[in-house]
């Protein structure tokens, strides 16, 4: 019964002041029609949007573990909601063919091919492919379905045979390597391979496949990457020392490297601005103009408060944002 009086109260306070769910979370974007597009098809990376109605009973119930699920897709998948109620968004939600509150559905942009850069201009202006989420309306389920949609650019350098690729490939002049104990692809590293999609080559590399790596024996690899292989070779024999995993830049032209030791930071910003100093700017994620807009969006529908809630984000602003909370069996 009181229950219900305090569910009633806060959705009048919610009326009255005609809040979006996610005003005040910093890993939601409210979103209208006037971003709708720019935000969810003109990216390469994968969207989970929230359809809802701030009177719906399951759209509330929903709302503690969107937000917490945003918190752990941050930096890996756009996390945004759309409020129907809102006259403005209704014909938005309706092209997007949405019956019941919540609907949440996932955007998938489509394959990129890295191989065929000048058939990308078709693809990159094409409509994301969207699909509805009918699981659990819990942190953890929302969290994998968002994750498992999320499009891999990493090749995996399973067979010594691949390495050859890494240096011989010419789509770009940098290859950028992880190596690391595990041999799933975390997130984060096929999310930065989104931010810089088409100006690095990305790989990653299991160090139990890095034994052996000495075989290395396509032709003229050691008279042509001399200090790369030998490099390579030195990790082959450190066996103690992965406990660390490392992103490797490899400089094709001039055989040099260098490395960032991922003990020391996961940061997604720390990792643009070590990728940045061989290549200026990414497309999406930290330092990148796209990132900007973002941040333009999510400041829209954030200054949309009222006196209180400014202060409430005053003392919260210089909260940077950390590492991804992510999934255990994800990390690096
Ligand atoms: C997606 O990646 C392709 C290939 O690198 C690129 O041409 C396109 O601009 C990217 N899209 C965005 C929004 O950055
Ligand atoms: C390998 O080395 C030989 C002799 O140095 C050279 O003639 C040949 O062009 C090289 N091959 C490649 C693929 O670089
Ligand atoms: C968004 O807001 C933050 C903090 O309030 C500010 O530092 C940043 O410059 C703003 N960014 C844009 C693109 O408006």
Request: hydrophobic fraction near 35%; charge should be positive; include cysteine.
């Amino acid at each position: 019964m009181y229950a219900r009086v305090f569910y009633l109260v806060c959705l009048l306070f919610q009326l009255a002041h005609g809040a979006n769910f996610y005003d005040r979370d910093e890993n939601i974007l409210e979103l209208t029609p006037s971003n709708f597009e720019r935000v969810i098809h003109r990216t390469n990376y994968t969207t989970l949007v929230e359809f809802y109605a701030p009177w719906c009973g399951y759209c509330q119930e929903i709302k503690g573990p969107m937000k917490s699920a945003a918190k752990m897709l941050s930096g890996l998948v756009q996390v945004a909601a759309v409020n129907c109620d809102e006259s403005v968004n209704k014909q938005l939600c309706a092209q997007n063919r949405v019956s019941g509150f919540p609907t949440l559905m996932v955007f998938r942009p489509p394959k990129i091919d890295l191989d065929n850069p000048k058939k990308n201009s078709n693809v990159a202006s094409s409509l994301h492919a969207s699909e509805v989420y009918k699981g659990e309306r819990k942190t953890r389920p929302i969290v994998d379905f968002a994750v498992s949609r999320v499009k891999n650019y990493v090749r995996r350098l399973n067979r010594y045979s691949r390495f050859e690729e890494v240096f011989k490939s010419a789509r770009t002049q940098y290859a950028v390597v992880l190596v690391s104990k595990k041999e799933k692809i975390p997130t984060v590293f096929k999310s930065v391979a989104i931010d810089w999609l088409g100006i690095y080559d990305f790989y990653s590399v299991w160090d139990q496949k890095l034994k052996g790596v000495s075989q290395l024996d396509f032709e003229n690899a050691t008279t042509q990457w001399p200090n790369t292989i030998k490099y390579l070779r030195s990790l082959e024999n450190a066996e103690t020392d992965f406990e660390s995993p490392k992103i490797l830049v490899l400089d094709r032209k001039s055989d040099t490297f260098e490395e960032l030791d991922l003990l020391k930071t996961t940061d997604k910003t720390d990792i643009a601005s070590f990728l940045s100093r061989f290549e200026p700017k990414p497309r999406e994620g930290p330092l990148s103009k796209r990132h900007e807009y973002i941040q333009s969006v999510a400041n829209k529908s954030k200054s949309k408060k009222t006196n209180q809630n400014r202060k409430a984000k005053q003392g919260k602003k210089h909260k940077t944002k950390s590492q991804p909370d992510l999934p255990v069996d994800d990390e690096l």
